[in-house]
């Protein structure tokens, strides 16, 4: 698993999200619009393409998306 990989999952997952906007250091609330429907999105997207679940505690524990890549990649079996 990636850093890369994951980021541009979640690039292609929002549509407001122009591909290579996103780094791993970027702070994620900052970026675009976040609201609980994009935790619900990001959440969801996680589930699907990496089996791993997070939970709404995990995002708002998390500042950047490499924050969150640490936690789904930890949880990874």
């Known amino acids: 698993m990636k850093i890369d990989d994951f980021i541009t999952r979640i690039e292609e997952e929002f549509d407001d999200l122009t591909p ?4 791993p250091e970027s702070i994620f609330r900052e970026v675009f619009e976040w609201n609980s429907i994009n935790a619900l999105i990001l959440i ?8 791993v679940a997070i939970n709404a505690e995990d995002i708002a524990n998390s500042k950047t998306v490499e924050d969150i890549f640490k936690i789904v990649e930890s949880r990874v079996a």
Do not use: I, P, R
């Open 20 to 23: 290579g906007t996103l780094k």
């Open 44 to 51: 969801a997207m996680v589930k699907t393409e990496y089996d």
